[in-house]
Structures are given as structure tokens and as C-alpha cells.
């Protein structure tokens, strides 16, 4: 099913670049401009052309790298919402809304919880759109 709200610029961040395109795709076939990259360096550049409204950070980078990534980009970004894929036990099954000031970095748990990702998107894409 294809989203109806405001197109989303995303880029998502994986160092498997299988696993970034893969994501790309499923984003893609649900009406997002979707972006992906496999290294942070690589992010950073993207994100100072394109601009995105969400990165999303998938977690062969690791805990360490993707929240030093996520702080990079929102300093630089900082309308930027950053989502992690997670394997380190941070997941958030259902993570709270896009602007809930105590989760800075909602991370959804391995493996990838597409539909909860959709969801939040969506949510957010409708908040952008009420601005």
C-alpha cells in the first residue's frame, strides 16, 4: 500500500549494503524517497546534500558507531529524526511518537520490525505535514 502523506527524504545507513537496499526497497514501495548508503562517512556527505527528514541506522555499525553517527547528524540536522535498528537489547517494540523529547533515538529490535517502522513514519510524515 502506497502512503498518501508528504514525501519523506530517508536515508538509511547499514555497512550491509544488502541490508540498506533491502530496507530502500521496502521503503520505496511505500511512497518514500528513500536513500541508502554502507558507510557513516558516506551518511554524512548525504546528509549535508540531501537533507533528510530520517535516517535510519541499521545495526552492523554497532552501538557505539550509530550513536555517534545519530549525534553527528542531528548537530548538523537537527529537525533530522534518527531511527536505530538494533541488536544490543535497546528495541523499542512500539517506540513512542516521533517528538517524545525522552527518546532522542528510538531503535526497533532486529529482526526489523518493517510494519512498526511504516507506522512510525507515517506518524511522522503526518506531523511534518501539519507544520
Not at 16 to 33: K, R
Not at 39 to 58: F, M, N, Q, T, Y
Not at 113 to 131: A, C, F, P, V
Request: hydrophobic content about 40%; proline content about 5%.
Amino acid at each position: 500500500m502506497k502512503r498518501t502523506s508528504r514525501l519523506l527524504r530517508i536515508l538509511v545507513v547499514d555497512d550491509a549494503q544488502v541490508m540498506a537496499h533491502a530496507l530502500t526497497v521496502i521503503l520505496a514501495e511505500h511512497g518514500y524517497n528513500a536513500t541508502p548508503t554502507s558507510s557513516e562517512e558516506e551518511a554524512l556527505v548525504l546528509c549535508r546534500r540531501k537533507r533528510p527528514d530520517v535516517v535510519i541506522i541499521g545495526a552492523t555499525l554497532g552501538t557505539t558507531v550509530s550513536s555517534q553517527l545519530a549525534i553527528q547528524i542531528v548537530t548538523r540536522l537537527p529537525k533530522c529524526k534518527v531511527l536505530r535498528i538494533s541488536d544490543d537489547g535497546l528495541s523499542l517494540t512500539h517506540p513512542r511518537t516521533p517528538d517524545s523529547a525522552d527518546d532522542d533515538f528510538p531503535a526497533f529490535a532486529i529482526p526489523i520490525d518493517s510494519r512498526g517502522i511504516l507506522d512510525y513514519l507515517e506518524t511522522l510524515s503526518s506531523q511534518i505535514q501539519k507544520r
